[in-house]
């Protein structure tokens, strides 16, 4: 009886258990296994060692898709400002005030691809910025935005930060409702101004939540695929102008078959993103705990 | 309370990468070769046989050419985006194979964008279909016939029936000199025409050029005095094909051990690109797309002034943009220097462990043959792999829809068609390689004879290595 009792809590975990063990837990120990051979997905894997890490450190793409990858990372940062200010701003209580934080709210239930789309259009070169210019006299030939090297990261790290905006300024804003109006009162007695308000009693009030989206959007930067696949129409941009290490791994897997080596980059990225999250983590603390 | 702040984010770190790594996103990276659907328009084609597509055919005894075909076999047969347009065309030649050869039963399932992923899945996954529709202009053929996975047809099918076929198309994507495809249905490379913008430019669709070496003049041309660019596209995903088709470049050495794509026909082959970008008379995200459709759309949109594709897909330019259609020219591809018109499109290709070979070939036969795909041709703006099909009175008449207007030039233009690509050794990172290198040419300032050089250099090291 005392067994059956014991064993009752472990059989509800179980099917959770199995279902993370097939989903995640299989192939993650798959992709280690994979990183040290040569597997073409038809074909069955032919262990190799340590080559496709080898191989790694001398692919000059590899390096390139890493430092797009940390330049992407500028996102995390501005994001947060961004999402905050706007936080702020619909944290009022205005007519219509609910309309525009749904309106604000929709690029973060549109599907990426649906939004990548309807970018690629907006810098096509008979897209509608080019027309707009076109229209003020700005330019005279339209610019091909999409086809500019210089630009691919830079459009996408907008678009990310557009379609991210909503989606983080709602976590914000139910951090803002949760801080206490009399620290505002007492703030507003002390003679402070809006900004000093929000600068003093605002920002350290949502520390947990800057946290949290500090990890949450940098882990998504990170593994940034969808803005760079549908913009550059899967080719990662001229040049290589758009590649980031999500990107490359899916090139270098479903493209050009090489899964094996495409699991030696999965691995790198993992080691990076634990790397950075910890990193992430800890310092905010330490800065939490200096305060 | 750090430990297990730092545990948790570990876990979700690992989620994230883990769900990241194994994502596969189902790109459609096929070939838009596939034909249109057919449309009222078309069907009410005048051309003699048109209504017969409609009637399934009597089974023929005369249509059994594989012998030894096993009894009790079941095979499992795969298209590529031929559902739902093409289900009862499908579904009627199943039902006449499977009377042509009693015992036989096909199990026929259509795939889609996801095409290549699944195929690669299934082989991994040992029940890959028996028989299997891929694309020879892409060339995926070679590409699986490489690994082994193919059956050579060429020890195994008959002489007179190798012989219906057009010979260069039956010659197509060899590997070691076999051939592991029986070819299907063919298209034909058109120019589409936008007659406004023509017009707009003072020029003559029917004066548009014979050869590519006019390409360049026409788009400065078009840019002079129509303000527009033209919407040309490499094909990024096989550059040497390319280069060989268009600028008769010997890629590899006749012993395949030297690439040889820095030759002095290569450098002018990518110098007319790289003088066409710094020019400004190209989009030059169509020109670097590997998504065919880019340019169709734009075409289909009216924003450019011709388009290379198949006249199956002038149904599509109907479709979005009936204006257009009707302000439409069309005009045969111009020739590269090879003086190649072309190569095959489609074909059937039977797996090489089958454990029904004799069957598996008699099905991919059967819907290669010529009663089979003049049926097919009735209903779409595809052509067959063998002369005698071009025998039936439908290919002598013109249609009168502008998208069968090729089709009594296509008997000519198919008879012609050969695959004059070597076999390329690590195809997809060569093709890499030379990708680089024509867009470090295109739009990094490096010479073209220089990227062509470093290209040649990786190439042969990655052959080396």
């Excluded at chain 1, 096509?124 to 610019?143: A, E, F, M, S, W």
């Excluded at chain 1, 557009?162 to 409702?177: C, D, E, H, K, R």
């Amino acid at each position: 009886m005392t067994a059956r009792f014991r064993a009752t809590p472990y059989l509800f975990l179980l099917p959770a258990v199995a279902l993370i063990g097939v989903f995640v837990v299989y192939p993650i120990v798959a992709v280690f296994y994979y990183s040290f051979t040569d597997y073409d997905i038809v074909r069955p894997p032919v262990w190799i060692g340590l080559d496709n890490f080898r191989k790694l450190l001398g692919d000059g793409t590899f390096w390139l898709a890493l430092t797009h990858s940390f330049v992407y990372l500028l996102v995390t940062p501005t994001i947060i400002a961004l999402s905050v200010c706007l936080a702020i701003v619909v944290n009022r209580k205005l007519r219509g005030i609910h309309i525009f934080r749904a309106l604000y709210f929709v690029p973060a239930v549109s599907g990426s691809i649906a939004i990548g789309l309807a970018w690629r259009w907006l810098f096509d070169r008979n897209g509608i910025i080019n027309g707009v210019l076109q229209t003020l006299g700005i330019i005279h030939t339209p610019i091909q935005w999409l086809a500019e090297p210089g630009l691919v990261l830079p459009i996408a790290m907008l678009l990310t930060i557009w379609a991210g905006i909503g989606y983080y300024s709602v976590i914000f804003l139910a951090g803002l409702q949760n801080i206490p109006e009399e620290l505002y009162d007492a703030a507003r007695i002390d003679g402070c101004s809006d900004f000093q308000k929000h600068w003093h009693v605002s920002l350290p009030g949502l520390r947990p939540q800057i946290v949290f989206v500090a990890v949450i959007s940098s882990l998504a930067a990170l593994k940034v695929f969808d803005e760079i696949f549908v913009l550059t129409a899967r080719t990662g941009g001229i040049l290589d102008s758009g590649v980031t290490m999500v990107f490359y791994l899916w090139k270098q897997a479903f493209t050009l078959q090489h899964a094996g080596y495409a699991a030696a980059i999965a691995i790198v990225l993992l080691a990076i993103t634990l790397a950075f999250s910890i990193v992430n983590v800890r310092l905010l603390e330490r800065r939490e705990a200096d305060r | 309370m750090h430990l297990k702040r730092t545990l948790t984010i570990l876990a979700a770190t690992i989620l994230v990468v883990g769900c990241a790594s194994s994502a596969s996103p189902s790109p459609s990276s096929g070939p838009s070769a596939a034909p249109a659907a057919s449309t009222p328009a078309a069907s009410g084609s005048t051309a003699p046989a048109a209504s017969a597509a409609a009637t399934p055919l009597a089974a023929d005894p005369a249509e059994a050419v594989i012998p030894n075909v096993e009894s009790g076999a079941e095979i499992h047969f795969w298209t590529f985006y031929l559902s739902p347009t093409f289900d009862q065309y499908i579904k009627d030649t199943i039902t006449r194979f499977e009377a042509t050869y009693p015992g036989v039963k096909v199990d026929w399932e259509d795939h889609q964008a996801t095409f290549q992923d699944d195929l690669k899945n299934a082989f991994a996954a040992g029940n890959a279909p028996d028989v299997i529709n891929l694309s020879v202009s892409e060339g995926w053929v070679s590409d699986y016939a490489g690994k082994g996975l193919l059956l050579n047809l060429d020890d195994k099918v008959p002489q007179a029936v190798k012989d219906i076929y057009f010979p260069g198309l039956w010659k197509e994507q060899l590997v070691d000199g076999k051939n592991y495809q029986f070819p299907w249905y063919q298209g034909l490379s058109v120019e589409l025409i936008n007659k406004r913008l023509f017009e707009k430019a003072g020029l003559d669709p029917a004066a548009f050029p014979k050869t590519i070496d006019g390409i360049p003049a026409l788009c400065q041309t078009l840019k002079d005095k129509a303000s527009t660019v033209c919407d040309i596209r490499l094909t990024v995903n096989d550059l040497i094909a390319q280069m060989v088709y268009e600028g008769n470049v010997k890629p590899i050495s006749a012993d395949g051990k030297t690439f040889t794509f820095n030759s002095a026909e290569a450098v002018a082959w990518l110098q007319t690109y790289v003088d066409m970008v710094k020019a400004g008379t190209v989009d030059n995200t169509t020109l670097t797309t590997t998504d065919d459709r880019t340019g169709l759309l734009l075409f289909s949109a009216g924003q450019a002034p011709f388009y290379l594709t198949g006249p199956n897909l002038i149904r599509d330019v109907k479709s979005n943009n009936e204006t257009l259609y009707n302000d439409l020219a069309v005009a045969m591809a111009p020739l590269g220097k090879s003086n190649v018109t072309g190569k095959g499109l489609m074909s059937i290709s039977v797996k090489a462990d089958t454990t029904f070979p004799n069957a598996s070939m008699a099905l991919a036969q059967f819907f290669t043959n010529p009663r089979s795909m003049v049926q097919f041709s009735q209903q779409v703006a595809i052509y067959p792999s063998s002369p005698k099909a071009f025998e039936d009175p439908f290919f002598s008449s013109p249609g009168t829809a502008i998208e069968d207007s090729a089709r009594p030039l296509a008997k000519d233009i198919i008879a012609t068609y050969a695959d004059i690509v070597p076999t390329i050794p690590k195809k997809a990172d060569v093709n890499e390689i030379v990708k680089k290198a024509v867009e470090s040419a295109l739009f990094n300032n490096v010479s073209a004879q220089d990227a062509l050089n470093k290209a040649v250099q990786d190439a042969n090291a990655l052959l080396a290595g």
